[in-house]
């Protein structure tokens, strides 16, 4: 099958972008669909820059991205200590079984009210949303790179001399990150929608509450103007991934290289 | 003296997988001896629990019943004067070539800059001094089977446990490897467990040749002394008429059990 070159995809893919804005442009301008409702691309577009060129967007933008942040380190760090807690210890995890099953299955962001009473209106609550969210990512990343650790691999370990915490350290811990790389998009994608939808929950702060704010006075632009902002960021999260990927998975074998 | 390892009437019973199955009886009643420097390859149709023989040599599994000596211990854990080669591949795929090769040497609480040139300097012994930085992903079947060989050997074992190493190589390769084996051995004599399916593989590499019977209740059956002289290459010594009667003498008596095997997996 032919392939265009990526330098020619590239410029593909952004006519359809152009083309999905000038088709948004053109319905709402005739008034074949209500501007009240479906905001004017145009002023969208006029508020996004100035939001950037003010600088009112920065701070909300940082609580959005140090709430992100943190409940993504906080969901790693306890998914992978529990992770590999519960694969490598047969009782605890017969015992723990049923609840992780039920707590998973929960729908989380019903928590979040919760989490506000617990911790306040400030970015703890949104962290402790998308810390639910980010842990059972990583949590059954672990579960199973523990668990799929090739026995032939560890036989050998265990033949050249490895004790149980040299197998923790040289075996079970690079397989189960190597599962838990290849699940971080999906993570980082989670603490992304736990601060948010926090903020959009109830904050004085972030990119969800100017959503919120903007939704209460009927000022739909700025509506689209925050969803607009907030899908560039989860794009740049998502490259920033993907750079953390390569880097740090470079001894598997890839099928893009 | 006392044999490096000894097999001491050894059985193993695997439990039964599903309630209404028989326990599977995998070897029964083996003694068999490995003297200090001798290469003993161990020949039997597939499935018929040579790898289990080998598992128990090497403490990872315990025999239902007899005992395994290593200099005259009895092993009740893991085989600490043993390397184990295995068939499949068991290389750390996040490890580098060299680091896998050190890998035994970091375990064992070496020096940084020990763990930095010995391996090198057995990379070279099996010709890879070139891919010396790169995954096991990026190394052919081969290559990967010396970095193996390089990893059981740097910690230097005094026995050397082989599972069917280069089954999974195309022949030219494994004539190769096998040559390459025959002078790392040459050079530094340890007891050699060598199990294998193909009793060409076993003729030229080996002191001694040990024939086992067709699953279930695996047992040694025949003993063969290859006498063939030393330095061996393995590509030539096929071709000698010592080699060819011996090839006679032992296919004679291991015919029928490949037979009773094939028939199992068949059935």
């Not at chain 1, 820059?49 to 003010?54: C, D």
């Not at chain 2, 467990?193 to 040990?210: C, K, M, N, P």
Request: charged letters at 15%; one cysteine or more; glycine letters at 8%.
């Amino acid at each position: 099958m032919h392939r265009p070159s990526p330098k020619r995809i590239w410029i593909w893919q952004l006519a359809v972008a152009l083309t999905l804005f000038a088709v948004w442009w053109a319905l709402t301008a005739s008034k074949l669909l209500p501007p009240f409702f479906f905001g004017e691309p145009l002023k969208v577009i006029a508020r996004v820059v100035e939001w950037f060129v003010v600088g009112d967007i920065w701070q909300h933008l940082g609580v959005t991205l140090i709430e992100t942040l943190l409940a993504f380190l906080i969901g790693m760090v306890l998914g992978l200590a529990i992770g590999l807690w519960l694969a490598l210890s047969v009782t605890a995890s017969t015992l723990a079984d049923p609840y992780i099953k039920a707590f998973n299955a929960m729908p989380r962001v019903i928590l979040a009210p919760i989490f506000a009473v617990w911790f306040g209106l400030g970015i703890w609550s949104k962290v402790a949303l998308g810390v639910t969210l980010v842990f059972f990512i990583i949590f059954f990343n672990v579960y199973h790179g523990v668990r799929e650790v090739s026995p032939v691999v560890l036989a050998n370990a265990r033949m050249l001399g490895a004790s149980s915490r040299q197998l923790l350290r040289h075996i079970y811990l690079p397989s189960a990150t190597s599962w838990v790389f290849s699940s971080l998009h999906t993570a980082v994608g989670m603490a992304f929608v736990g601060a948010v939808v926090g903020e959009y929950l109830g904050a004085a702060r972030g990119v969800g509450y100017l959503i919120l704010q903007a939704e209460g006075a009927f000022d739909i632009n700025t509506v689209f103007a925050g969803i607009l902002v907030l899908t560039g960021c989860a794009l740049m999260l998502d490259w920033g991934v993907t750079l953390v990927e390569r880097r740090l998975l470079k001894w598997r074998p890839s099928h893009l290289s | 003296m006392s044999a490096a390892l000894q097999f001491d009437r050894i059985s193993v019973t695997f439990p039964p997988r599903h309630r209404n199955e028989a326990p599977w009886h995998a070897v029964a009643d083996t003694t068999l001896g490995i003297g200090e420097g001798e290469f003993v390859s161990v020949v039997g149709p597939t499935g018929c629990g040579k790898s289990t023989l080998l598992n128990v040599a090497a403490g990872l599994l315990a025999p239902s019943v007899g005992e395994v000596r290593v200099f005259g211990d009895r092993l009740t854990e893991l085989n600490r004067h043993a390397g184990y080669m295995f068939q499949a591949d068991a290389l750390l795929p996040w490890k580098t070539a060299a680091e896998n090769v050190g890998f035994g040497l970091l375990l064992a609480g070496l020096p940084p800059s020990d763990i930095a040139d010995q391996p090198r300097h057995w990379l070279a012994k099996v010709g890879l001094s070139h891919a010396a930085e790169r995954y096991p992903h990026q190394l052919s079947g081969g290559m990967k089977k010396r970095v193996g060989m390089a990893q059981a050997l740097i910690v230097d074992p005094k026995i050397l446990l082989m599972d069917e190493p280069f089954s999974a190589l195309d022949v030219q390769t494994r004539q190769l490897m096998e040559n390459e084996l025959l002078a790392l051995w040459q050079n530094n004599r340890k007891s050699v467990l060598f199990i294998t399916h193909d009793l060409e593989e076993a003729i030229s590499l080996s002191d001694r040749v040990v024939v086992l019977s067709a699953g279930p209740d695996t047992h040694p059956i025949g003993e063969f002394f290859i006498d063939l002289p030393r330095p061996r290459d393995v590509a030539e010594i096929r071709l000698t008429p010592g080699f060819v009667e011996l090839h006679e003498r032992i296919w004679q008596v291991l015919r029928a059990e490949v037979l009773k095997g094939y028939a199992q997996t068949v059935a």
